[in-house]
């Protein structure tokens, strides 16, 4: 069982910025990929941003050049560094791994951070 942890959300001013952290835990697992996902109440969940073990990056159209993603691989944990952030960023931002734990891979979902850009 692999658990992720969110931290980091909170209100943020526009044009502000918010850093994401997630950080995955338990035993005998190794991570392919991370992302971080938002979803807003009535609509489905989106992908943000991606980022794979080998450190490629991909990102929505509505966030490149503001949003960066990270990964400490040591630490297993990954960032969202938000910058010049807008009211349509507000929404409940949620990790995700891919993980291979025996050889077999699952998917696993943080608890969610929300995240309320307003002046």
């Known amino acids: 069982q692999v658990q992720l942890e969110e931290s980091g959300g909170g209100l943020v001013q526009p044009g502000g910025s918010l850093r994401l952290s997630c950080a995955a835990s338990g035993r005998g697992f190794s991570i392919v990929t991370m992302a971080w996902y938002r979803q807003v109440p009535g609509k489905q969940r989106d992908l943000v941003a991606v980022i794979t073990s080998g450190g490629t990056r991909n990102y929505a159209d509505s966030v490149k050049g503001r949003f960066t993603i990270s990964r400490d691989s040591a630490e297993n944990t990954v960032f969202l560094h938000m910058n010049i952030v807008k009211p349509e960023d507000t929404a409940v931002y949620y990790c995700?791994?891919?993980?291979?734990?025996?050889?077999?891979?699952?998917?696993?979902w943080g608890q969610g951070t929300p995240v309320t850009v307003s002046s």
């Open positions: 995700y791994a891919d993980v291979i734990v025996n050889t077999f891979q699952y998917g696993y």
